[in-house]
């Protein structure tokens, strides 16, 4: 099962898309924990979801844009350019 599970994460993009989004989850996680709004008046750090969704919505993106680049240095490589 965990063979079938790695053998998919390999392929293409998804394994750095995936761990980077699972690290931003946990990132906005620990951030509201402990340096989050108390006072409730911040909308993003006022609640642990927000601020999770928040690390989540942000790793995605960041983890996109570093895999693309990447992806993009690799087919340059092969290409022979």
């Known amino acids: 099962m965990l063979k079938r599970l790695f053998n998919f994460l390999k392929k293409g993009r998804r394994p750095y898309i995936i761990l980077f989004t699972i690290a931003g989850g946990a990132g906005g996680y620990l951030y509201w924990h402990f340096i989050g709004c108390k006072t409730g008046a911040c909308p993003i750090k006022s609640v642990w979801y927000y601020s999770t969704l928040y690390g989540l919505i942000l790793a995605y993106l960041a983890g996109d844009i570093i895999t693309?680049?990447?992806?993009?240095?690799?087919?340059?490589?092969?290409?022979?350019?």
């Open 68 to 81: 693309g680049l990447f992806t993009k240095k690799r087919k340059d490589k092969t290409s022979g350019q």
